[in-house]
């Protein structure tokens, strides 16, 4: 009776105790029903976290699909539509076919899929991890994941302090209280330090928009690893 009840729940010849007496389908939606019930009753003991809360869990549904969001720098409202690439902590990271984008949580008046993209998952949310790469990380956790983008973001929410140190040597576009163009000097603690700037130092709780041209960041950043090299 078992086999027949529950033949889904098979393994390698064997089976495993049902996690509830509902079929999977069912049990699945009544999980993220009771995950979105969950977190709004946070977000409502916790209203200094919610927005931020809410567009984690958004963003992170939405990971290399394309959202449409509407943010504010001052009086200015921007409109950005982007595939999202990187959900830290206190930012989200878009991508466009030129251009890369960091918006702060803080700064994001609104987000959403646009209309007439599917709503649906992508199979490329996923880190696929193989056998050797499952050893590496057991054996050698910090190093590993360090060392590749992808698993940070898998296993950390970084901050947008953190991950903009990733990107030393590389040209920005800053919103703050004025508009500044400058490559990236340093990443201290609570400010980026600027070369070729009227600005040489911007607080990052004032940062509301950076922009990056992805080529142009990817010659720099070549170039910086090969002169690395070569000194």
């Given amino acids: 009776m078992y086999e027949k009840e529950h033949p889904e729940l098979e393994k390698e010849g064997r089976y495993t105790s049902p996690a509830s007496s509902l079929p999977l389908h069912e049990l699945k939606m009544l999980q993220e029903y009771i995950h979105g019930v ?45 595939k ?34 599917p709503d649906v998952s992508s199979v490329h949310q996923h880190n696929v991890i193989d056998a050797e790469l499952r050893k590496k990380l057991l054996l050698n956790f910090g190093e590993v994941v360090s060392g ?14 953190t991950n903009l140190k990733s990107w030393k040597r590389t040209n920005l576009i800053i919103y703050a209280d004025k508009i500044l163009k400058g490559q990236v000097k340093e990443v201290v603690t ?39 090299r070569i000194k």
């Fill in 38 to 82: 969950n977190l709004q009753n946070l977000g409502a003991k916790l209203p200094n976290y919610k927005h931020q809360m809410i567009l984690l869990k958004f963003l992170k549904m939405k990971k290399n699909q394309v959202v449409e969001v509407y943010s504010r720098n001052g009086d200015e409202v921007i409109h950005t539509i982007g």
């Fill in 84 to 117: 999202v690439n990187t959900v830290g902590r206190n930012f989200v990271m878009l991508k466009t076919l030129f251009t890369r984008i960091w918006i702060p949580y803080a700064a994001i008046h609104s987000a959403k899929s646009p209309f007439g993209v």
């Fill in 148 to 161: 590749r983008e992808e698993l940070r973001q898998q296993f950390y929410e970084e901050l947008l302090e």
């Fill in 190 to 228: 609570g400010r980026i330090l600027l070369k070729n700037a009227p600005q040489k130092e911007v607080p990052i709780i004032k940062i509301n928009y950076i922009k990056q041209a992805r080529l142009h960041s990817f010659f720099q950043r070549m170039y910086s690893k090969w002169f690395k």
